[in-house]
């Protein structure tokens, strides 16, 4: 009987890592918009890779990575929305702005996440890619693996979208 390769072996993990990097970064990178975080996600997957080596199967690894990995990103996503709903109270406790004003602002703001929320992935990661960090449209398409056409039919979308759900406002 054959002995099968385990991840706890140092030349089958790197062969894992050189298979499963790239992709996973990109993966990964795609959702959170943010190479450095993209980064130290992937790094920590190997990392409980590789703690876990000894109950991981060799044909399961890259699924346990992609997983980890979302997991990660998931859990700082969900961390950094308490960290500005807290931010966003404190700005309105210390502020002097009308009562009635800052509602408004906060029923806006509640209604345009979820706007945002509610489009499909696709058209949220362009929008975001966009809006939020400030890439161009050809620097989107290449992040994508997809035309600029695409991309300016998503962002089109997105914004027809929005518009419908929150208003004709300067997006």
């Known amino acids: 009987m054959e002995k099968t390769a385990s991840i706890c072996e140092p030349k089958v993990f790197e062969k894992i890592y050189i298979k499963e990097a790239e992709t996973l970064r990109n993966f990964i990178y795609y959702k959170c918009g943010n190479e450095a975080a993209a980064d130290d996600f992937v790094q920590e997957?190997?990392?409980?890779?590789?703690?876990n080596c000894a109950k991981v199967l060799l044909e399961k690894a890259k699924s346990f990575l992609f997983t980890v990995t979302n997991n990660l990103f998931l859990n700082d996503y969900a961390h950094k929305k308490?960290?500005?709903?807290?931010?966003?109270?404190?700005?309105i406790h210390s502020t002097h702005e009308n009562p009635e004003f800052?509602?408004?602002?906060?029923?806006?703001?509640?209604?345009?996440?979820?706007?945002i929320a509610d489009l499909p992935d696709n058209q949220r990661e362009v929008f975001l890619?966009?809006?939020i960090d400030q890439k161009k449209y050809r620097e989107i398409a290449?992040?994508?693996n997809i035309s600029i056409k695409t991309v300016e039919k998503r962002m089109s979308l997105a914004l027809h979208t929005?518009?419908?759900?929150?208003?004709?406002?300067k997006l």
């Open 129 to 131: 890619l966009n809006r």
């Open 82 to 91: 308490v960290v500005l709903k807290h931010q966003q109270k404190s700005r």
């Open 102 to 115: 800052l509602l408004e602002e906060k029923e806006f703001m509640h209604k345009l996440q979820n706007a």
């Open 162 to 169: 929005l518009r419908k759900k929150i208003g004709n406002l």
């Open 45 to 51: 997957a190997f990392v409980k890779l590789w703690k």
């Open 142 to 144: 290449e992040l994508l």
